[in-house]
């Protein structure tokens, strides 16, 4: 499955059974007055906000290299997955003055059966949500996707919180308020998680040793020299990828047969880990 039809498949999916749980989980808030259930409720609304904007992300992903973008528009999916952040960060504040301020008021909730059905039923959904947006998200290698999916985990998480908090509600009255607030450091998590993954790859990531490993590896089945590989970082436009990297040949060599060596290297890595190599050659002095 290629980028953009995860975007639209899991986005759709999403958008359509958080707005049904929404609606369910926002009808048993009303009738119990609680203000744990509400932000419980506007948090699954949330999460068919940021799917729509997973969904506008992949069609604006999609789109091919231009003059002004000679590297894709790739990046997009990171800008969603910031976008999401911040939808999220506004709905945690927002529950963490509300559950505060019913604290001061030492409100007190009464949960009933249907409290207890409508939680259930949404840490069933939500988790099943969760799961199918990290497969989506693997098989695609859509951040934005795997961020929808942890917007699904977090909201599982806090129905978890709730209904634990409603077998105790009879005996503190602060129940509900607690609650509220650990959802919202909940979503502050998830927020945190979101923004690093993200930002990791807007602003350049550093290489794991598993693929400089493999790169010298397959670099050392042609030349047997040693090239003294150094300084490598990976530019990632999530769909065109590219790595720069310094090689040390000895100095000896004309320039010609450095470039030869150079421009040999360049298309092994792009036939072998489709990606576009830019290698800087020095001289190895011994």
């Known amino acids: 499955m290629n980028k953009t039809k995860a975007g639209y498949v899991e986005g759709t999916v999403s958008i359509v059974i958080n707005f049904l749980l929404f609606i369910l989980k926002l009808w048993a808030s009303i009738i119990s007055g609680s203000v744990a259930l509400a932000a419980d409720a506007w948090h699954t609304l949330s999460d068919s906000i940021s799917s729509v904007v997973v969904v506008i992300a992949a069609k604006l992903a999609a789109k ?49 059966k249907i409290a207890v059905i409508v939680t259930a039923v949404s840490i069933i959904v939500k988790e099943l949500l969760a799961q199918y947006a990290f497969y989506i998200g693997r098989k695609a290698d859509n951040s934005s996707v795997r961020a929808d999916g942890w ?27 607690v609650l509220g607030a650990i959802i919202a450091i909940m979503l502050f998590f998830a927020v ?5 993954e993200a930002i990791n790859k807007l602003l350049g990531e550093q290489p794991q040793q598993e693929l400089i490993d493999k790169l010298t590896n397959e670099i050392k089945n042609v030349y047997f020299d040693d090239l003294k590989i150094h300084h490598l970082h990976i530019h990632n436009y999530t769909s065109h990828k590219e790595i720069t990297f310094h090689i040390r040949l000895n100095k000896d060599l004309t320039i010609e047969k450095g470039h030869r060596v150079a421009s040999e290297i360049e298309e092994i890595i792009l036939d072998k880990f489709g990606m576009t190599a830019t290698i800087h050659v020095e001289p190895l002095k011994y």
Do not use: C, M
């Not at 945190?192 to 690093?196: C, E, P, Y």
């Open 151 to 177: 917007h699904h985990r977090s909201d599982a998480l806090s129905s978890v919180v709730v209904l634990i908090g409603i077998l105790f509600a009879k005996n503190f009255w602060w129940i509900d308020s």
């Open 64 to 112: 091919k290299a231009d003059k002004e973008h000679p590297f894709g528009h790739g990046r997009w999916e990171q800008i969603a997955s910031i976008f999401i952040a911040v939808i999220l960060a506004i709905i945690a504040y927002s529950f963490l003055e509300s559950s505060f301020r019913h604290f001061l008021d030492k409100d007190k909730v009464e949960y009933g």
């Open 192 to 196: 945190f998680t979101i923004l690093k």
